[in-house]
Nanobody, 123 residues
Framework: QVQLVESGGGLVQAGGSLRLSCAVSGRTFSRYAMGWFRQAPGKEREFVAGISRSGRMTDYTDSVKGRFTISRDNARNTVHLQMNSLKPEDTAVYYC????????????????WGQGTQVTVSS
C-alpha cells in the first residue's frame, strides 16, 4: 500500500505563488511516475502536471505551462508543484497521484491518490 499526503495549499492573491508538496510512503517511491491533478467545483478532475520515475521527463497541461513546475526528490520520497503567477481559474482542490509506470499519464488511471489540498486564488 502507498500513502500520499499533500500539503502547501492555501489562499493567495492573483499573481502570487504557492508550493505544493506530496509526501509518499509505503513502497519504493522511485518505481512510480507522479502526477498532480485538480478539481474545481462543478468541474471534472483534470491533469495538471506529471513527472517520470527518474524525474527527467515532465508534462504539463497547456494552461499551466510556463507558470507551474513539477519536481521530485527520490531520496526524500516527495514530489512538489511550484505554482507561480497564479490566476483565479487555478482555484481547485489539488491531488497528488502515483502510477506504477515509467512515464506519467494524463488520464486519471493512477494507482494511488492523496486526499487533496485546497488552493484558492483571489482576484
Amino acid at each position: 500500500q502507498v500513502q500520499l499526503v499533500e500539503s502547501g495549499g492555501g489562499l493567495v492573491q492573483a499573481g502570487g505563488s504557492l508550493r505544493l508538496s506530496c509526501a509518499v510512503s509505503g513502497r519504493t517511491f522511485s518505481r512510480y511516475a507522479m502526477g498532480w491533478f485538480r478539481q474545481a467545483p462543478g468541474k471534472e478532475r483534470e491533469f495538471v502536471a506529471g513527472i517520470s520515475r527518474s524525474g527527467r521527463m515532465t508534462d504539463y497541461t497547456d494552461s499551466v505551462k510556463g507558470r507551474f513546475t513539477i519536481s521530485r526528490d527520490n531520496a526524500r520520497n516527495t514530489v512538489h508543484l511550484q505554482m507561480n503567477s497564479l490566476k483565479p481559474e487555478d482555484t481547485a482542490v489539488y491531488y497528488c497521484a502515483a502510477v506504477d509506470s515509467i512515464l506519467p499519464e494524463r488520464r486519471s488511471e493512477y494507482d494511488y491518490w492523496g486526499q487533496g489540498t485546497q488552493v484558492t486564488v483571489s482576484s
